[in-house]
């Protein structure tokens, strides 16, 4: 009896290069760069402006679909790291490491927006997290009314008035909330680079809502 050996072709599939993240449909990039993970479809891939990264690194953020929830909308998002020898175009720079991430935003008209996802850490969840972004959506529509102390560092018009101040907040997005060191619920706006506005709630009750603006820092 004559058996017939078939070579088995394995195709080894080259480490996901910064550039070609770049270049592919967001679900493919996905693919390739969180292969062996556990991860949704991603439809959005990102350059962050990191203003203080390594030399020879870069990195990506890869958002997932949002999916409904019954306290509003939860999205998972990565950070997909590459690093490059300086002297090489950062387009070569090859996949090294993934990190996950979540971010909650409230349901529009029962939908999920597709922008203005908030992060959250520390005792907070995602459920906590979207009551505090219910909480503070109030006090910006008017439907709940706590004194304001309102301190402005920048050349802004955040706190010539009760109305200013809720306008102002009204237009931005908060892109992080906390619990801080007092056990005070606080909520950041505003990106790296942008002027830093923060807004706290001094108690579990609906006591004072602390607005503050400073300028960025310059680096």
């Not at 949002?66 to 720079?93: K, L, Y």
Request: aromatic residues 6%.
């Amino acid at each position: 009896m004559t058996l017939a050996f078939i070579p088995l072709l394995l195709t080894m599939q080259t480490p996901l290069t910064f550039g070609e993240a770049l270049r592919l449909p967001p679900a493919e990039a996905g693919e390739r760069a969180l292969s062996g993970l556990r991860h949704g479809p991603i439809v959005h891939v990102q350059r962050p402006q990191d203003l203080m990264g390594p030399p020879g690194f870069v990195r990506l953020i890869l958002r997932e679909q949002p999916a409904r929830i019954p306290e509003g909308c939860i999205r998972h998002w990565w950070s997909v790291q590459f690093n490059h020898d300086p002297a090489t175009p950062v387009e070569q720079a090859r996949l090294v490491e993934s990190s996950r991430g979540i971010e909650v935003a409230l349901a529009i008209e029962q939908s999920c927006p597709e922008t203005g996802y908030t992060g959250f850490a520390g005792s907070l969840d995602a459920a906590t997290t979207l009551s505090a972004l219910r909480k503070l959506e109030q006090v910006i529509l008017g439907a709940t009314n706590p004194p304001i102390v309102c301190r402005n560092s920048t050349p802004s018009y955040l706190c010539e008035d009760r109305q200013t101040t809720l306008r102002e907040l009204g237009t931005l997005r908060p892109s992080f909330v906390m619990i801080d060191q007092r056990g005070r619920l606080e909520f950041w706006f505003g990106a790296q680079g942008q002027a830093q506005t923060t807004a706290i709630f001094d108690s579990d009750e609906d006591s004072t809502l602390l607005v503050s603006r400073s300028a960025p820092l310059p680096f």
